[in-house]
């Protein structure tokens, strides 16, 4: 009787167990070439291939050749970043949102798969970011296709030519704040010390020994931990570390604080709220899409950095950066 | 002198330059010019050649101070300090209006209490010690005077003493600073500066004649005070303030005892934000140092263009350790005293603030105690 | 007297090269009046603030 009893408690578990996943993003956040192969033609699936100048493809490399049944919007031209406030880069309104997602044939049921070049960690983090911003603006089921085109192909995987045209919903966008953070709040966390800052760049611009002409000062936000999104990446793979690794990479970042990802215009650091948020179960993480380009535009905040006078001078006499 | 020597055709005895030093002058002044300027500084640049023009004009007018305040309070011979009012007067014009109307410029103003007045006479006995003030020590040790370069490097030591002992003082009470163009607008400010200028140097002349001594400034200390009085007004537009001498002794002195492991972090002085930017920054953007490196440099090409350089003896060591008495008391002195004879005399009473004054008349009580002290170092008291 | 101040004229300048070069990256040249409340030259606070 009790054995009766018990074998059917484990039944019931274990059907709840296969049918909770199913209710949620059953795909995960990143899905293999094998899985798309297999999905590529369900009703609720739209595949965006991304690739832009960024990547060195754009729209000719897809026309050349594509994952058959994508779609393609370009990350770089195609409206993913807008300028708001004399800061570029940004996330787009809700209007924007609205026709740059319905248009593509995406609504609220749909599962997206977001497919970049897979050739660089920079070209991922534009796919991080495409998954970022559907997400905040209310797509719940999106994906990553790890290793983008190139693992397709390396799969051994067939490819089309041309174009294929998207099927346009309508689209009513909702911002998810709970992902965004703005000058105000990390204002706001430089006073309180209530989250840990978390700088997506290489060293060097890290350390404000480079910059990009979008940002207006070298260094990075005082306190922020130097976390390169490009150590995420396998480049011998050209595909994400797996999750052992990424954690061991994270370890010095407390889990039980809040987090607030940047990086000079929100592209890298998409990467890392990717990592954080979406694979390894960091819950309150938030994207500052403005990130340094914002920060710095007005010189009153304040800024770290250990460049010295000698690097000014090198950069005078062409020496440097 | 050997026949060896008189044979010698005398075009080639007259004396040019001394090149060494004068090329090391120049050389020096380029190279500090050359990183400010790359550093996108041009006002520094400014200060550095007017803190140069300012070193060459002091040696060949041989515009001092001390010697001229020693002459007054031993003889009556006022001819010198009331020179060295002309500057002040000059300088008042550019300084008590711009101050007063433009936001980006300041005078030089301090708070009238114990500090200003322990701190002035303290200077006072120091500078006659010595035998130079903040401008005096900087010119002739620029000028090649071994006993003067001690005396500088003991003023800088003394200063960060003067440092650690200010905010104490500063405890002791005090009343907010008087300025001029605060009660009388910027024009009615400067009327009451160049008045009390006046009834100054009538004052000094009254005691001169008194005395039976001249009053009448000499050529060079006319020209001298015309020459320096603009170049003060120079300083002031590249600065925003008027010219400082002894802050940038603070800064040399703390920054080298930093290197040592000497730890300010507990020390007041170098937590007001002013201090403390200037420990950490670089000295080439602290106004002050910038002037003070000009002065050198520029007094060293003087001399050089002139004599030969640095060619006196040591004095003896009497002398010496008055130098060094009179620099570490100077040093010590000026910290409390917001300044030296150009800092809180030259500036505040440019700036129509009260504290020029009061520096002045406890300075020269200073003077005649340290003129008093000098023979125990075997210096004379004239 | 001379060899004393050709060592202090080069070491000075050399020490004052090198701690500029090594020094922040930062912006224009500034006094302690710069900073705002300051009742001196060196930037000491005002008597009445007490």
Known sequence: MISRLAAFAVFALLALGFAAPAAANSAGPLVSPQWLFEHQKDADVVVLDIRSAIDGGGEKAYLEAHIPGSVHTDYDKGAWRVMRNNVPFMLPSVPELDALIGDLGIDETTQVVVVPAGVSPTDFGSAARVYWTLKIAGVPNVSILDGGVAGWKAAGLPLKSGREEPSPKIFNATIDKSMLAEVGDVEQILTSHNATLIDARPPAFYAGKEKTPQVAAYGHIPGALDVDSASFYDDATNRLKSKAELATITARIPRDKPAVSYCNTGHWAATDWFVLHELLGYKNMRLFDGSMAAWAADPKRPIESTRTKWDDLKKRLGMGS | MSTATAAVPAARNRFVADRLFLSLAVMATAILLALVLLDGQPASAGLILGGFALGIAFFKFEFSYTASWRRFLTKGEAGGLIGGLIAIAIAAVAVVPVAALFPNYGGAIAPLGPSLIIGAFTFGIGMQLAGGCGSGTLYTAGAGSGRMLVALAFFVVGSVFGSLSLPAFLALGGVDPILASDYLGPWGGLVATLASLALAAFVIALVAKKRGANFKPSRAYVAGGVIIGLLLIAVFAAGGHPWSVTFGYTVWGAKIARTFGVDFSNAAFWKWPGPQHALTDSVLTDTSSLTDFGMLLGAMAAAAEAKPFASGAWPPAKSLLAAVVGGLVMGWGARLGFGCNIGAFVGGVASGSLHGWVWFGCALAGCFIGIRLRPLFGLSRE | ?50
């Open chain 3, 1 to 50: 007297m001379r060899k004393v101040y050709i060592v202090v004229v080069l070491a000075g300048l050399a020490l004052v090269v090198f701690q500029h070069l090594s020094s922040a990256s930062t912006g224009r040249a500034v006094s302690p009046e710069d900073f705002a409340g300051a009742c001196a030259p060196c930037g000491a606070p005002c008597p009445s603030k007490k």
